[in-house]
């Protein structure tokens, strides 16, 4: 028992060694770290060892003004959107006349406090492609849409020198429909099918973070600028830095080519030079930048073509390279030349576009093919091609396809109609193209000529 009570003791012992030795060691050791890091001992250290001293949290009042730049219908909305921040009834901003703070407008701030975007807008069949704000300061008029004239009523007048019109979103398409004189500007949520979007300032919304007007608001002075910076963003509508351009994450882009015809004087030049990528030149990087890049191609590929004159085309199975080089996803086939070396050469071409794993539409391997939708998914949205062959099927050529070879799908109103009818019900867009007639002139008046290839020929 004695053995017993000695060991017990001598155990006690040990386990009080080490609690002693932490509380000699700790103290010892945050005056050695204070000592190597900032060169003195803080009193409070030497308290807060000793004495639980609970922070001291100090509540400030932020004093903000505004620079004369701020429309005053601006300056309302940040002042309501941080007015009710307040700890114990003590206000979090005050907004005075001489601040310690002061939001301006900065046209390079990175991360602005606030900023508002609008898209300049015509309307979709418009010629007109672009704009910009010496262009403002001579146009009819301007609308914005109702949705942000408590904004754009602050500041266009003194940005362009001129009045604003108020209109809906809705109706904005009608205004600008009159005259390409007047110019639209809406948000992005605002964009739609009636409304072309214009360049702005050689920049393009869809392309990169120009081709809008932009306000952008920065917060200046005070010593704790970014913390400021930061409470007034999180409580008031803003987009960041680069995100204040527009949103492209879910928008598809299409790159659309016109009739592509590797043939004639073209062939002549990618064989001379043996580079059978030549026209992807300086096209290939620009048609490839795209969620789906389509071409009209309407020559079939022939081995041992030497088509370098006359309008019978064919192409050198080499020239594919050149599609390959510009991204294709898509190919148009309506054209009425992929028969000129007959429908065989056309159907082994098709067949080529399919091992690659390009779609196609608007002509194919037999009438069923040719006549077919093709449906596209791209980011969320459902996309529908349909396309015809009007000329040829006017003409009654055998550029047509039907039920035994390849060729061009057929054109009549009420296919068209059918067509499109089945096509809004499954998709988000569709896009209809045609091949349609030569046309060499254009007379004022509404006159019909006799269709074909003629000189004097006029649509």
């Not at 979090?92 to 602005?112: A, L, T």
């Not at 898209?119 to 001579?138: A, C, F, N, Q, R």
């Amino acid at each position: 028992m004695l053995q017993s009570y000695t060991m017990k003791k001598k155990q006690s012992r040990n386990r009080k060694f080490p609690l002693l030795f932490l509380y000699i060691i700790i103290p010892f050791l945050t005056f050695f770290f204070y000592l190597i890091t900032i060169g003195h001992i803080p009193p409070f250290a030497v308290l807060g060892i000793f004495v639980n001293v609970p922070p001291k949290v100090e509540y400030e009042t932020f004093k903000i003004s505004f620079d004369d730049s701020v429309p005053s219908e601006i300056e309302k909305y940040i002042v309501s959107s941080v007015d009710d921040i307040a700890l114990d009834g003590k206000k979090r901003f005050e907004f005075v006349e001489k601040g310690d703070y002061v939001i301006k407008y900065s046209k390079d701030v990175e991360v602005p406090v606030y900023a508002k975007e609008y898209i300049p807008v015509g309307h979709m069949y418009w010629v007109k492609g672009e704009t910009s704000l010496e262009d403002l300061k001579s146009v009819k008029g301007i609308y914005v849409s109702s949705n942000e004239y408590e904004f754009a009523k602050g500041y266009f007048p003194e940005l362009v020198g001129s009045d604003i019109t108020v209109v809906s979103a809705e109706d904005m398409a009608i205004k600008l429909k009159s005259s390409e004189e007047y110019i639209g500007f809406v948000t992005s949520n605002e964009l739609s099918s009636d409304l072309k979007v214009l360049s702005w300032e050689d920049g393009y919304i869809f392309n990169d973070d120009g081709g809008s007007l932009k306000l952008r608001y920065a917060l200046e002075g005070g010593k704790r600028n970014e913390f400021v910076k930061g409470i007034l963003s999180r409580n008031i509508e803003r987009k960041y830095g680069e995100s204040v351009g527009m949103d492209l994450t879910n928008v598809a882009k299409i790159n659309m080519s016109g009739v592509v015809a590797m043939s004639r004087g073209l062939a002549s030049k990618m064989d001379s030079l043996k580079n059978y990528e030549y026209p992807a030149r300086d096209l290939g990087e620009f048609l490839s930048d795209a969620d789906l890049t389509h071409i009209s191609n309407e020559v079939s590929f022939v081995e041992g073509c030497t088509g370098y004159t006359g309008m019978r085309f064919c192409s050198n199975p080499k020239y594919i390279e050149t599609l390959k080089k510009s991204g294709v996803d898509i190919v148009e086939l309506t054209g009425n030349h992929n028969n000129d070396y007959g429908s065989t050469n056309n159907a082994n071409t098709i067949q080529v576009y399919n091992d690659l794993g390009w779609d196609h539409f608007g002509g194919g391997l037999d009438i069923t093919d040719a006549s077919k939708i093709l449906y596209k998914e791209v980011k969320g949205s459902t996309i529908a091609f349909v396309g015809y062959n009007y000329y040829d099927t006017m003409l009654n050529t055998g550029a047509i396809a039907s039920d035994t070879h390849a060729g061009a799908n057929s054109y009549s109103v009420a296919k068209l109609e059918r067509d499109i009818k089945i096509a809004r019900e499954n998709a988000d867009v569709v896009i209809v193209t045609f091949q349609f007639q030569e046309c060499y002139s254009y007379p004022d008046t509404d006159v019909i000529y006799k269709t074909g290839y003629y000189p004097f020929f006029v649509c």
